[in-house]
Structure formats: structure tokens, C-alpha cells
T-cell receptor, first 114, second 115 residues
Framework: AQSVAQPEDQVNVAEGNPLTVKCTYS??????LFWYVQYPNRGLQFLLK??????LVKGSYGFEAEFNKSQTSFHLKKPSALVSDSALYFC????????????FGRGTSLIVHP | NAGVTQTPKFQVLKTGQSMTLQCAQD?????MSWYRQDPGMGLRLIHY???????DQGEVPNGYNVSRSTTEDFPLRLLSAAPSQTSVYFC??????????????FGDGTRLSIL
């Protein structure tokens, strides 16, 4: 079985400040980890993924995520938030060598204040 | 490339009516899936397909049917609409032949209201 937890329903940050959106996962074996972003009235868009190798993964729009195997976490980060980053963010996990069906977290609403 | 196209974008139905939500992708993806998104519930998998002629149930399949006669199309049928099926429905696709590490591509959703 695999699962994802996004412990915060909402994250508030001021524009220009660093942001972190948290994700922890549970999977047997090695994980494939993903972050997606959803803007209002749109589908999810892929941001970045971790497969193997470097624990710091860089993605679209200046976002990055840090894989921590011992803490089973994959937190999404950005050094300087923009108001346009305000959106719903989803973390997802698949098991390496397993099915193609990802498990999604419930999503975290990021609000960046001007 | 159009990516994943869903039609219609909006629909209002009466209880008991049936309808088909359309999903088409032009990326030759083997894997396709349907999700529903409800406030506070995240994404819940309804049905999925790993290739033409192959479908399987997800987490919340009751009241929905799917078929996959071609690689490109994966329609979702509501057999007898109920108010509990009011939701936003998303179709997604991805490569599977090259490995499970491929991300999914999502359509922009169908917003469905059942009265």
C-alpha cells in the first residue's frame, strides 16, 4: 500500500519570503515522488519529480523539492514566493517497480500575500 | 499537441439522467484514468485503463462505467446520475511502457452538477 500526507490544508506566506509545502509518504520499496500545481478552473500541472539520485530536485517556475528518505518526506520549496504562485498543490507517490497508479495527497492551498 | 481534452466543460443533469463525459489524448499514452475532485477530499480514482481493451476499478467506481476501445479515447459514463455525483471530473494520461516514473497529464476538467 502507498499513501501521502499533506499535513497543512493551507499555507500563507508573504510575497518575497521563502515558502515550504510539506509532504510525507509511505510506500514499500523505493518511491517515485511528484508535485503538481492546480490553478483555478484548470487541471493539475506537473511541477517536478524525484526518481533517484540527487535529493534536491529542481522543477518549473523556480520550485524545488527535497527528498529525505529517513523522514519519508518530499517538501516543496521556493526561495522567494510570488503572488502568482497562489494555487493548490498536490504531492503524489508511486512505488518504483509497482503499478502505474499514483496516490495523491489531499492538496495544500498556498496563498501568497502581496 | 492538444494534450488531454475533456468535453463538456460544464454540465447540469437531473437525478436519474445518464450522460457520457468524453476524454481524448493525442500523446499515444497507454495509461488513462478518471478522477473526481471534491472539496477536502483531494483526488479520488474512479476507473483506469492500462491500454485499449483493458479497464479496472479505482477507489470510487460505483455508478460509473468506462470503456477503452482506442488508445486515444476513454469516456466515462454516468448510468443514473445522483446528487452525490456532483463534482469536478478530471481525466489524466501518462506513458506506462517506459516506466512508472512518468508524470500524468491532466485535462481541464468537467464540472458536473446533479439536481
Amino acid at each position: 500500500a502507498q499513501s501521502v500526507a499533506q499535513p497543512e490544508d493551507q499555507v500563507n506566506v508573504a510575497e518575497g519570503n521563502p515558502l515550504t509545502v510539506k509532504c510525507t509518504y509511505s510506500v514499500s520499496g523505493n518511491p517515485y515522488l511528484f508535485w503538481y500545481v492546480q490553478y483555478p478552473n484548470r487541471g493539475l500541472q506537473f511541477l517536478l519529480k524525484y526518481i533517484t539520485g540527487d535529493n534536491l530536485v529542481k522543477g518549473s517556475y523556480g520550485f524545488e523539492a527535497e527528498f529525505n528518505k529517513s523522514q519519508t518526506s518530499f517538501h516543496l520549496k521556493k526561495p522567494s514566493a510570488l503572488v502568482s504562485d497562489s494555487a493548490l498543490y498536490f504531492c503524489a507517490v508511486k512505488r518504483s517497480g509497482g503499478s502505474y497508479i499514483p496516490t495523491f495527497g489531499r492538496g495544500t492551498s498556498l496563498i501568497v500575500h502581496p | 499537441n492538444a494534450g488531454v481534452t475533456q468535453t463538456p466543460k460544464f454540465q447540469v443533469l437531473k437525478t436519474g439522467q445518464s450522460m457520457t463525459l468524453q476524454c481524448a489524448q493525442d500523446m499515444n499514452h497507454e495509461y488513462m484514468s478518471w478522477y473526481r475532485q471534491d472539496p477536502g477530499m483531494g483526488l479520488r480514482l474512479i476507473h483506469y485503463s492500462v491500454g485499449a481493451g483493458i479497464t479496472d476499478q479505482g477507489e470510487v467506481p460505483n455508478g460509473y462505467n468506462v470503456s477503452r476501445s482506442t488508445t486515444e479515447d476513454f469516456p466515462l459514463r454516468l448510468l443514473s446520475a445522483a446528487p452525490s455525483q456532483t463534482s469536478v471530473y478530471f481525466c489524466a494520461s501518462s506513458y506506462s511502457r517506459v516506466g512508472a516514473h512518468q508524470p500524468q497529464h491532466f485535462g481541464d476538467g468537467t464540472r458536473l452538477s446533479i439536481l
